[in-house]
């Protein structure tokens, strides 16, 4: 008893082991990065005055399908937001092949060349998880502060890591892509409970425009969209334990929100919708930071 006695003594004495500083930078650049020993790389921005002694919040930004990382993270301007606020953002490539870029693999869920990835398919979900466990080993990334945002397909998987790896990620922001679990196969109207069972509650605030035709907010388009944005949004609600009735404002001109709140752990679910909006980066890059800066795992 005493020789256990003495070394928890000795072990609470001992000095805290030397927090990673972050190898990656300098602060303001772009840079393809290896992830640890994935075999795999990302685009990778690190904001301007990024301390690497600091681990800062991080952003996984998800392409659409047949898109790439580096154009994702070009197009979305989300590397000037990082600027502004702070966080770094990691722009992964998927790992299934789709004309000159990739899709992601969302199982169960056709790509938009139709095919259902098989179990010889990357498991993306465990590339994402990893790489956040590499940035954060590295002194990079906060783990309590990982947001996801992604375009179109890419919006889609980051609706998908919110129901199977809630735990990882203080909220979500799919844009043109929300989904709550693939569509029921006996009314694909509907979001299928079985396939969307977070282990934590998920903030999500949604970004849409309602003239998109290739994923319509009022539903229907290919096999993986079929069910309406709003029944995404409702479902995620229901997920997160939400109280109080929805209520439609106007945010800004030509934007207008569909709210849930009064949620377990304080996890709103928002749609804002774009009038004139098409299938495009539509998200409003500053109060989507703004929503990700209230929450932390």
Same mark, same amino acid.
């Given at each position: 008893?005493?020789?256990?006695?003495?070394?928890?003594?000795?072990?609470?004495?001992?000095?805290?082991?030397?927090?990673? !500083?972050?190898?990656? *930078?300098?602060?303001?650049?772009? #840079?393809?990065?290896?992830? *640890?020993?994935?075999?795999?790389?990302?685009?990778?921005?690190?904001?301007?005055?990024?301390?690497?002694?600091?681990?800062?919040?991080?952003? $996984?930004?998800?392409?659409?399908?047949?898109? !790439? @990382?580096? !154009?994702?993270?070009?197009?979305?301007?989300?590397?000037? /937001?990082?600027?502004?606020?702070?966080?770094?953002?990691?722009?992964?490539?998927?790992?299934?092949?789709?004309? #000159?870029?990739?899709?992601? %693999?969302?199982?169960?869920?056709?790509?938009?060349?139709?095919?259902?990835? @098989?179990?010889?398919?990357?498991?993306?979900?465990?590339?994402?998880?990893?790489?956040?466990?590499?940035?954060? /080993?590295?002194?990079?990334?906060?783990?309590?502060?990982?947001?996801?945002?992604? =375009?179109?397909?890419?919006?889609? $998987? !980051?609706?998908?890591?919110?129901?199977?790896?809630?735990?990882?990620?203080?909220?979500?922001?799919?844009?043109?892509?929300?989904?709550?679990?693939?569509?029921?196969?006996?009314?694909?109207?509907?979001?299928?409970?079985?396939?969307?069972?977070?282990?934590? /509650? $998920?903030?999500?605030?949604?970004?849409?425009?309602?003239?998109?035709?290739? %994923?319509?907010? #009022?539903? *229907?388009?290919?096999?993986?969209? #079929?069910?309406?944005?709003?029944?995404?949004?409702?479902?995620? +609600?229901?997920? %997160?334990?939400?109280?109080?009735?929805?209520?439609?404002?106007?945010?800004?001109?030509?934007?207008?929100?569909? =709210?849930?709140?009064?949620?377990?752990?304080? +996890?709103?679910?928002?749609?804002?919708?774009?009038?004139?909006?098409?299938?495009?980066?539509?998200?409003?890059?500053?109060?989507?930071?703004?929503?990700?800066?209230?929450?932390?795992?």
């Amino acid at each position: 008893m005493m020789r256990i006695l003495i070394s928890a003594v000795l072990f609470a004495l001992a000095p805290a082991a030397h927090a990673a !500083t972050c190898s990656i *930078g300098p602060a303001g650049t772009t #840079q393809r990065v290896a992830i *640890g020993d994935t075999g795999r790389a990302m685009t990778v921005h690190l904001p301007t005055g990024f301390d690497p002694s600091r681990p800062a919040p991080l952003v $996984m930004l998800l392409h659409g399908s047949g898109g !790439t @990382g580096a !154009t994702m993270l070009r197009d979305s301007k989300l590397a000037e /937001a990082a600027d502004r606020h702070g966080f770094v953002v990691a722009a992964p490539d998927a790992w299934i092949a789709h004309d #000159q870029g990739f899709v992601w %693999n969302i199982p169960g869920v056709p790509t938009v060349a139709g095919r259902i990835p @098989g179990p010889g398919d990357p498991d993306d979900v465990a590339y994402l998880t990893a790489a956040i466990d590499w940035f954060v /080993a590295q002194g990079c990334a906060d783990r309590s502060r990982v947001y996801a945002t992604g =375009l179109s397909g890419g919006g889609r $998987m !980051t609706s998908w890591l919110g129901c199977v790896a809630a735990p990882r990620f203080a909220a979500i922001a799919p844009v043109v892509g929300l989904r709550a679990g693939n569509p029921r196969k006996d009314d694909p109207t509907r979001p299928d409970p079985k396939t969307c069972r977070p282990k934590a /509650a $998920m903030p999500v605030i949604a970004f849409a425009g309602d003239a998109d035709r290739t %994923n319509p907010i #009022q539903g *229907g388009g290919a096999g993986y969209w #079929q069910y309406t944005m709003h029944a995404a949004e409702a479902r995620w +609600a229901q997920l %997160n334990g939400c109280t109080a009735a929805p209520v439609t404002r106007w945010v800004t001109t030509g934007v207008y929100e569909e =709210l849930y709140s009064g949620c377990r752990s304080e +996890a709103d679910v928002s749609g804002r919708i774009t009038v004139g909006g098409g299938h495009s980066w539509v998200a409003d890059n500053d109060a989507m930071w703004a929503f990700f800066a209230r929450h932390r795992r």
